[in-house]
């Protein structure tokens, strides 16, 4: 593992703490014991969908950086796989969170714009990813 990778990664464990607090939120959103904020069922959709991307883009942003350490692309090239996963984890996630913000709100806000933004940033760092791991010798990794 390169320094670079080690230290990505630690400031992405690091985050893990906010996603366990979100979960925790959730989970008293979901078993009624936050009644006072009076969510609505599109609301709690997408607290849902935004926390579990939240996860699943992290653990995939780990991963990531130990194969970003053996593709065959320029360090200016390494960086943007290497980050794009973790910037795509917030800002997808933050995308779900923002959209449904706000008092019985029962459809996407304007914020939505921000999951765009996270889908755009995680498609270019999944094709800089797969290029570079493809234009690897054999034998390399």
Known sequence: MTSEARKISGY???SVPTIIY???FLLTVLSGQQE???LTDFQKSMFRAGHAHAGALVILAL???LFAD????SNTWKWIARLSFPISAITISLGFFAAAIGREIT???GLIF???VGIVILTLGLLTLGIGL???KKGSL
């Open 12 to 14: 992405i464990l690091l």
């Open 22 to 24: 979100g979960g925790y």
């Open 36 to 38: 006072q904020l009076q």
């Open 63 to 65: 991963l990531v950086q």
């Open 70 to 73: 053996h593709i065959a692309l």
């Open 107 to 109: 459809e996407p806000t």
């Open 114 to 116: 921000i999951l765009y």
């Open 134 to 136: 493809i234009r690897q």
